[in-house]
């Protein structure tokens, strides 16, 4: 899983509107971290991928409980790519500590 996959993935369910959006409220870094990732080629760090995964759960949880079957439809999806950036993370450390 890539960092832009998710990105993607949030601004096409209209979860997230730009990548200064992304970075600041779901990695929790500078507004411009996603911009200097992609211009750098890098991977972002393992606590923004930490970052990212509890940002999902959170969210995830707070729509849960609407009674909007569209929301609901939201919180499912973010719950379904809070798995995967917990796998990527976990894998991530396993692949460090090495």
């Not at 600041?24 to 211009?39: A, E």
């Not at 509890?54 to 009674?67: F, I, K």
Request: aromatic letters at 8%; a negative charge; charged letters at 20%.
């Amino acid at each position: 899983m890539q960092i832009n996959d998710v990105y993607k993935e949030l601004k096409e369910n209209c979860l997230c509107r730009s990548g200064h959006d992304f970075s600041s409220n779901y990695l929790g870094k500078h507004p411009s971290y996603l911009s200097m990732l992609n211009s750098r080629n890098e991977n972002p760090s393992i606590e923004a991928w930490a970052m990212l995964s509890y940002t999902l759960q959170s969210r995830a949880q707070v729509l849960a409980n609407s009674d909007s079957e569209f929301i609901q439809d939201a919180a499912m999806r973010l719950s379904e790519l809070q798995q995967a950036v917990a796998a990527n993370v976990m894998q991530e450390c396993a692949a460090r500590s090495r």
